[in-house]
């Protein structure tokens, strides 16, 4: 493993979302992605932050209305 995990600090910077928002993500069912180190320390990987902007992308404000 090569990669630098990101604290939650960093992913909220690299989303431009708040810690905050990323928290909530983990309580209510984590749309994105994220890894427990020990028993308090959460790291996101890059990888997993690119899949779910990538999977956020919309070509109409229209698209997605039901959820």
Sequence with gaps: MNEKLLTTQEAAALLGVSMAFLERDRWAGARIPFIKVGSR??????????????????????????R
């Design 41 to 66: 320390a959460v790291r996101y990987r890059s990888a997993d932050l690119d899949a779910y902007v990538q999977g956020r992308v919309k070509r109409s404000t229209s698209e997605g209305a039901g």
